[in-house]
């Protein structure tokens, strides 16, 4: 693994089995021992503000990828952890985004608290009222269809996937600084010195994913290539220059590109989304050059349409803008209080999780106060019950069922407090809820993984455990409840579209409109010639310059071009993962 300016400590982790290691708290404190079930409840039965901040228990048994990850990060890794809520909210107004306004310009909707109300519906999410509400009714594991592929995060201080993952001699690669990746290649100078058409793939095999997509449909100026190095600039405010050959470089920063930016956003909704590449292909661009795909080249390239182009998601919770040591908290508990910070409610979160899952369905998850569950991929979840007054597991569902009011209800006094507020708030008479039952949820999701040429790295999944009590009505459906960890899922969303149906920007919906009215005369079928055909579509500028469908999409979406929106045509797209995935 080659890096650029490579920094000087190396993170080490404990692999976690089965009985599952506590983290370090963010402030750096170490748990004296790995907590089961068992000990957790009791600990919180004696005293819950000396377990409710802490990390929930994960297993790493089946996340190898992930460990070997965050060695290759490094320092960046412990920084990521320090300034999670940084890159969480970042990420979410992007996802909230509806993409119309050109100015990016996003309104959260109000933030909602237990019980739940507002942005924290399970239907908004679900897109229906009409599912399974009554505990009893819903099963008590379920896992998805297919599981989510694993990918980078593609940061954009290395150009995102304009990055050049692995050198010239096939070793891998990361930039840790933008200016050393800025100035590491120059296009379209190199691409034009070769010997042309390229007529051996591995010529230009270690170039970028963006790169190569360039190549594909014959853009010489390497719009989307070009355009996604730049990224960076708007955060570092470079100083421009020349090199002795001319070439533009930057010769120093304000500041570096943070580490957390990059598109997660576009990779947690494609990992479920679309087609799992399985394996590399070589396909001949418009001007007969030979590229090779590799499967993170495709992953690469999907995580970017997903990010770029418009895309309606339904979603539940809000942001927290604070650090966790700044958050409001109830002093008798240690639970969350600041109505900013609670976001999704345990019995919003049980009620998505246990609906989709059970169905095949994945979704993804962010915990801003959790480092390591960013905009992660839904896999599966598995639940056992416990007794909320004797705080000991149970065998069955009726075992774990205690009547609201119960002595030793340690958030007693909050469910009062809050429910009584409901009630003046809304102007309406609200009932208590009739019963609490407690939950201890085992919830698997994919994390992030270094990009590589040939087979992709395995998935890595990544088990945690949540511990949380759902309030239930007198017919047994869940109506609130309360965390009995602080780090738990606090956004939920989900792409409102099918599997296979890819993201579109105007371009994309323009060509859809044109192969239903001429019989998919422009759909990219893996031929030069229906690239050749699709190039016809284009517009010329007021300065007579001419741009064709490709270059319009590779260029960022201003008032001036509101067509594309810096990301590969979605008929590409759709060819590529489906022959790469059969």
Known sequence: MKWFKVLSFVAVFFVGAVAISQNTTESGEVPQKKLTMSEFLQKFKENPKSVIDLLPTKDYSRAEALEDFKTELGEVWTWLQENSYKA?????????????????????????????????????????????????????????????WSSDYWPLKSGAIAARYMDKDGDEQRFNSWLDFFNSFQQPKEFLSLKRPIENSSTVDFYSPAEKYDILVGDENFTLTNGLKLIGADYANPKWGTDAEGNRIVVSIEKEVEHWMGICHGWAPGAYKVPRPTKAIEVTGVNGDKITFHEDDLKGLAVQKWASSKSESRFVGGRCNVKDTEVEKDAETGAVIDDDCFDTNPGTWHLIATNKLSKGESFVVDATYDYEVWNQPAVSYAVVYFNPKTMEPAENLKDAIVPYGFSGDKFHNLREKNWK???????????????????????????????????????AVVTVQYYYDLELDKKGNIIGGEWYQNKHPDFIWDPATAFGVWPENAIDQYLSQLNKAEENKFKYDGSPESLKKILTIGIETDDKKVLNAAQLSSLPRTQQNPYGDQSPLATVMEYLLNAASK
């Open 88 to 148: 969480s909210n970042w990420t979410r107004e992007k996802i909230v985004a509806y993409n119309d306004d050109l100015d990016g310009t996003v309104v959260l909707p109000p933030e909602g608290r237990r019980p739940w109300k507002g942005n924290d519906l399970p239907e908004d999410l679900l897109g229906t009222a009409d599912y399974v509400k009554r505990l009893a009714d819903l099963p008590t594991e379920g896992q998805a269809k297919e599981v989510p």
């Open 421 to 459: 507020r409901q009630n003046t708030e809304s102007g309406e008479k609200r009932f208590r809820p009739a019963a609490i039952v407690g939950v201890a949820m085992n919830f698997s999701y994919v994390v992030e993984t270094q990009p590589k040429h040939g087979s992709s790295r395995d998935n």
